[in-house]
Nanobody, 117 residues
Framework: QVQLVESGGGLVQAGGSLRLSCAASGSIFSINSINTMGWYRQAPGKQRELVATITKGGRTNYADSVKGRFTISRGSAKNTVYLQMNSLKPEDTAVYYC????????WGQGTQVTVSS
């Protein structure tokens, strides 16, 4: 069992930046079992979509819509993941969810990101 807690969402003007954080907690065995972590988002009326993922080894994957603007990284303790979001656009407005795969998937409660035009 792993619990994921996100933070860092909020309201920002277009062109601005936000940094999301996600911390995983649980048993040492569970934390050490985390492989890929990532961020997904869901806008109103739309399906949840992948934003970015990062493996335990540091391999990253990004949605085309955020490439060059967003950067995913993991903390040195490997139980945290960050999403630096730059040059934000109104279409980035969504609830952002942290994900961890053990490989069973775990999800955070979500954090709202709103980008005003």
């Amino acid at each position: 069992q792993v619990q994921l807690v996100e933070s860092g969402g909020g309201l920002v003007q277009a062109g601005g930046s936000l940094r999301l954080s996600c911390a995983a907690s649980g048993s040492i065995f569970s934390i050490n079992s985390i492989n890929t972590m990532g961020w997904y988002r869901q806008a109103p009326g739309k399906q949840r979509e992948l934003v970015a993922t990062i493996t335990k080894g540091g391999r990253t994957n990004y949605a085309d819509s955020v490439k060059g603007r967003f950067t995913i990284s993991r903390g040195s303790a490997k139980n945290t993941v960050y999403l630096q979001m730059n040059s934000l656009k109104p279409e980035d407005t969504a609830v952002y969810y942290c994900n961890a795969n053990l490989p069973s998937p775990y999800w955070g409660q979500g954090t709202q990101v709103t980008v005003s035009s």
